[in-house]
């Protein structure tokens, strides 16, 4: 954005890092969990450069312009946004065959997304699982809930609730965990493309903090681990004792019993 080389900026409450020209005016500052502002005075543009995984609008800034007669211009905003679409992911293992706290074949794992849109609006909003590892029929999520106002997109402020299932197979056992991503993605209401891994909550994954949206450690993957179900042995009696200097026949197997 081009202004004039002698603009006054009207720092928002809370910033740091004020920075000034050698004649005192303002050319530089940061907003905490935004991003920076800088100015330059040779080419008289205003540039702010986001933290790391910053989404929606930033702090709007305020300036005015005084020239070469003293005479200030009427305050100006400038506004930015990131637009940006955001998701997490919630597992529960469903113990449901047995009941014993160990996978079982049948036994199903239910996932639940919560979907969330930064900025601006958006639309077509789809979720798909794209980084299964369980060898059945990958999860398909279904829309539940959220769409507050009926309005077919996903607004600021909405969270739209997704659900899916999965059904454990023997091969999942066998490989001892089941674990899964998803994508949820769509377009602003100003044709911008947004998407978003998805982040888990679970304490056990990642950085162990469910987190909206872009940025550092926020696309956890979702993992279960299949604890492997303990074989349970009880002593087997024989009616004659085993003789080792003694040829016997049908001698019953020692784990007959075991289960």
């Known amino acids: 954005m081009s202004l004039p080389s002698k603009p006054l900026i009207l720092w928002p409450p809370g910033a740091t890092g004020l920075t000034y020209d050698s004649d005192g005016d303002l050319i530089g500052l940061t907003v905490s969990g935004e991003g920076t502002w800088s100015y330059a005075d040779g080419s008289g543009l205003l540039t702010f450069t986001p933290e790391t995984g910053f989404k929606g609008y930033a702090t709007t800034i305020d300036y005015t312009f005084e020239n070469a007669l003293g005479v200030t211009s009427n305050a100006a905003t400038v506004t930015v946004v990131y637009p940006a679409i955001g998701i997490l992911k919630t597992q529960t293992f469903n113990d449901d065959v047995s009941a014993d706290g160990y996978g079982q074949i049948g036994e199903t794992i239910s996932y639940s997304y919560n979907v969330r849109a930064y900025g601006d609006a958006v639309t077509g909003v789809s979720v798909t699982e794209t980084g299964f590892t369980g060898s059945g029929t990958t999860p398909t999520p279904t829309y539940q809930s959220g769409d507050t106002n009926t309005n077919n ?89 085993i003789d080792a200097f003694t040829t016997q026949t049908n001698v019953a197997n020692v784990l007959s019993s075991s289960r």
């Open 153 to 241: 997109q996903l607004d600021p402020g909405e969270t739209w609730l997704y659900s899916a299932s999965y059904t454990l197979t023997t091969a999942d056992l066998a490989a001892g965990s089941v674990s899964n991503q998803a994508t949820a993605s769509g377009t602003t209401i100003f044709a911008t493309p947004v998407s978003d891994l998805s982040d888990s909550t679970h304490a056990t994954d990642g950085n162990g903090t469910g987190t909206y949206g872009p940025g550092t450690n926020n696309d956890d993957v979702t993992a279960l681990t299949l604890a492997d179900q303990p074989i349970d042995a009880v002593d087997s009696v024989l009616a004659t004792p």
